[in-house]
């Protein structure tokens, strides 16, 4: 018999499609059995060890440098926040081999009360892994732990770096009061208000020069001459 090649594509695109909706489904079962809604608490850490995971036979590629790695997984999970647990104040994504938090640049539409945002013990190497995610749009995210990161060890291993560190992830997400445990100091900003005019009020008006009149003139040059 002749093959069909436009029958094979559409029988791996279904059977791809399949999957991927598995997935979507088993990865929903995760966030719902790892959500506490009492305490407003999500705890994402480790997810590949979590049975639901490991009988399913699916894995989390959050690891950019491996083959295998994807951006994927994580906007599925941002969503599935989004609608799983919406009210969501606190979520942790430690020890999960995340490389960049790109995958995560949807997190501020799907969980708009976050408060605390753990992901400590991660493979975040650079301030750029930082920045692909909405940090200025978290508005209300007060909390952040990014230690045992190798950025966090290669900064503060050096002189001066810890106060790098904090200032430059700060700035980043500039609502932050406390960052790996340790309370900011409060930002110093001075806000300086130019006068409006009705309330300028000069002794002398400014001229283009003060020999201005024949009177001032002739007294300057008897002041010289004398």
Not at 3 to 25: F, G, H, M, P, R
Not at 28 to 55: C, G, H, W
Not at 173 to 193: A, C, N, R, Y
Request: charged share 25%.
């Amino acid at each position: 018999s002749i093959i069909n090649q436009k029958d094979i594509k559409e029988s791996y695109q279904n059977k791809t499609n399949a999957q991927a909706s598995n997935a979507v489904e088993i990865l929903r079962t995760l966030v719902k059995s790892r959500y506490n809604p009492t305490q407003a608490f999500l705890n994402l850490n480790n997810i590949n060890e979590d049975s639901i995971m490991i009988n399913a036979n699916i894995i989390a590629g959050f690891n950019t440098h491996l083959r295998k790695g994807s951006t994927r997984v994580g906007p599925v999970i941002c969503k599935l926040i989004g609608e799983v647990c919406p009210e969501v104040q606190t979520i942790t994504l430690d020890k999960n081999e995340i490389t960049t938090l790109v995958q995560f640049s949807t997190l501020h539409t799907f969980a708009k009360h976050l408060v605390n945002l753990s992901i400590a013990e991660n493979l975040i190497e650079s301030y750029n892994d930082l920045r692909g995610i909405a940090g200025k749009e978290m508005k209300g995210l007060l909390e952040l732990r990014l230690q045992g990161n190798p950025l966090e060890k290669s900064e503060k291993s050096i002189p001066t770096g810890g106060l790098r560190y904090q200032t430059n992830v700060r700035s980043h997400f500039p609502s932050l009061k406390v960052l790996d445990g340790i309370t900011l100091p409060e930002e110093i900003s001075f806000k300086i208000e130019a006068p409006s005019k009705d309330k300028l009020n000069l002794a002398l008006s400014v001229k283009s020069s003060w020999i201005d009149t024949v009177d001032t003139a002739k007294t300057s040059k008897d002041f010289i001459e004398k």
